[in-house]
Nanobody, 115 residues
Framework: VQFVESGGGLVQPGGSLRLSCTVSGFTFSSYSMSWYRQAPEKERELVATITSVGGSTIYLDSMKGRLTISRDNAKNTVYLQLNSLKPEDTAVYYC?????????WGQGTQVTVTS
């Protein structure tokens, strides 16, 4: 199983980023997928989930209205569109299965929001 996250970067407050995560090694289209994030010195937290057929749930109240999760099953890829970014969104963002996540996480993609 492999997760390859990309799309992070350094942005100013109010900016936007589109994160991508391409997976291999399991039947991507059959599983709900999630984005997680881990800020410095904090535990990893669940950000949002998308079901195998495209239904989505956002778990962080602080990000509701500012993000969209989507997926392309033909490309084995899940996306996270982040808008109106705030400094407190600074973290490494990861993807994994929502339920029974794999133990071997990808390297993540760093999002840094600063003026």
């Amino acid at each position: 199983v492999q997760f390859v996250e990309s799309g992070g970067g350094l942005v100013q407050p109010g900016g936007s980023l589109r994160l991508s995560c391409t997976v291999s090694g399991f039947t991507f289209s059959s599983y709900s997928m999630s984005w997680y994030r881990q800020a410095p010195e904090k535990e990893r937290e669940l950000v949002a989930t998308i079901t195998s057929v495209g239904g989505s749930t956002i778990y962080l109240d602080s990000m509701k209205g500012r993000l969209t999760i989507s997926r392309d099953n033909a490309k084995n890829t899940v996306y996270l569109q982040l808008n109106s970014l705030k400094p407190e969104d600074t973290a490494v963002y990861y993807c994994n299965r929502r339920y029974d996540p794999f133990r071997n996480w990808g390297q993540g993609t760093q999002v840094t929001v600063t003026s």
